[in-house]
């Protein structure tokens, strides 16, 4: 299997990612290496709000910091519309995270020469903040991309639309449909992850770039009826 961008298109796939942001090549990266994964952007590698992303990181790992006072701190600004067993998923996975994307090569600003240095901002009543100068989210998805694109497992295909899920006759998802160079395709897949970003662009201002259109929560709508909604 050739290193890279596709050039061609198979039709079945051990995993489909839909969205190339830090979400889903994170989420290709921490895949078995042994699946065949596809990944897939709308726009080209390297455009995501996650590449825009400036200010930092939260994660619980200074000295004086714990994730039941993150927690409590990210419940009390999310003032009621926070899920908690979402926030403590969150909470808890930063940690491990974080030393995840420092092991691949993510630099993060560091006090002296060793310590990770950590502001304290916003609601956070602790330092809690990581970030790599004002360009957190270019240095954490040029690292992860580096890594994605030397994956002998993981196919990039830019400027690949994706539209809907493939349901089968009980309504598990068999896989998904897109476009593609000009056709509609439909791809075979073991499993799906939908990693299309947020929605900024449903409001008249915001700052997040143009493919921030919420595509994903539209395509999963689509499994609600299985779910009893
Ligand atoms: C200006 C700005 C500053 C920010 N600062 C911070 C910060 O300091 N700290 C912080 O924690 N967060 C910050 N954020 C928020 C953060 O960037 C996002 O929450 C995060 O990057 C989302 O990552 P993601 O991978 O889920 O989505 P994204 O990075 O948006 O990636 C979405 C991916 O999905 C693809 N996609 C979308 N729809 C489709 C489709 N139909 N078919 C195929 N592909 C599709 C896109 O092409 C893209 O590759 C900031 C955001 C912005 C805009």
Redesign the pocket.
Known sequence: MSIGIARSLDTRWDVVI????????YAALCLPSHYRVLL????E?R????????????AAIHPQDSAPLHIADTLKAGVGLCELPAVAYLVEQASPCIESLVALGVEFDRQGDQQLAMTREAAHSRPRVLHAADR??RAV?TILAEQVLQRRNIRVLPQ????DLWLGAAGDCQGIG?VWEGAVRWLRAGAVVL????G?QVFAQ????R???G??VA?ATALLPNCGI
């Open positions: 839909a969205g190339a942001g830090a979400a889903g090549l897939l952007t709308k726009d590698l455009l995501s709000a996650s590449d825009w992303a400036q200010g930092g990181i939260a957190t989210g998805v690949a639309f994706v539209l897109l990693a299309t970003g947020g900024g915001t700052t997040n770039p493919l921030s259109t595509d994903g395509i």
